[in-house]
């Protein structure tokens, strides 16, 4: 039995699937921080029973995504300023080192795919700074849909480094730790102007990259995911998540 992605597209609705679509509410903003995740609810979205959703939330509570409690069920998790400052402290040293490993064992397929992605992103972008020039011109449905491709592009491309480092437990690590971020940092809260921030530096990351600079592949790798940090904490200090 198959039903409907968060894009429109059919899925199968396996507890896989179902942590897949759980994941990608939360890492969209749909799901917020401190919201509560109804088992029923869920369940009836996707036409499932309790059982898989139930075994999807337990997934997500081990990556950091959501907290389970007694008596009140799961919660998508919230982030204080010091908690950020934590974790983009340990995704800076993880994904700096898989940069710079990439450096050394990238080839040429992952580096068209990094160029693509970077593309993507950018076109992305551009559709989403006509659309706040036109009021209108891109429906509430539309928008989301772009927001949602920016994120799952971000997402690729930073994994797309990780899995170029060639080193499996960095891998996994690094997974695990950029789940938490992603929490605040749907492209949703990103202003026109840090979007075109973090555009820039993919570009520079690729260049690094595509050089076989390693020491500057993790400079400018370890500089991004502090920007990115600096985003979050100003939208936390201006209410914005």
């Keep these: 039995m198959t039903k409907p992605g968060v894009n429109g597209s ?4 396996g507890v896989g699937d179902v942590a897949n679509y759980i994941r990608s509410k939360i890492l969209l903003g749909e799901y917020g921080p401190d919201g509560r995740l109804v088992e029923d609810q869920i369940a009836k979205e996707l036409g499932v029973s309790r059982t898989p959703v139930r075994q999807a939330l337990a997934t997500i509570e081990a990556e950091g995504l959501v907290e389970i409690f007694p008596n009140r069920g799961a919660i998508v998790a919230a ?53 706040n020039a036109s009021p209108g011109r891109l429906g509430r449905g539309a928008h989301k849909e772009r927001v949602r491709c920016l994120v799952n592009a971000n997402q690729d491309f930073h994994h797309t480094i990780v899995a170029a480092s060639r080193n499996h437990r960095l891998e996994k690590s690094v997974r695990r730790t950029v789940q938490i971020p992603m929490v605040l940092k749907a492209f949703s809260w990103y202003r026109p102007v840090e979007r075109a921030v973090t555009n820039y530096q993919h570009r520079k990351i690729v260049r690094a990259l595509e050089s076989g600079d390693s020491q500057r592949a993790e400079l400018v790798m370890t ?5 990115g940090r600096d985003v979050i904490l100003r939208a936390l200090e201006e209410d914005r998540i």
């Design 10 to 13: 059919s899925k199968k609705t």
């Design 223 to 227: 500089e991004h995911i502090y920007e």
């Design 79 to 131: 982030f204080s300023s010091d908690e950020v400052w934590k974790v983009y402290d340990l995704r800076a040293v993880l994904e700096g080192l898989a940069a710079r490993r990439a450096a050394e064992n990238i080839d040429e397929a992952e580096l068209d795919q990094l160029h693509s992605l970077a593309a993507e992103m950018e076109r992305l972008d551009r559709e989403l700074r006509e659309a």
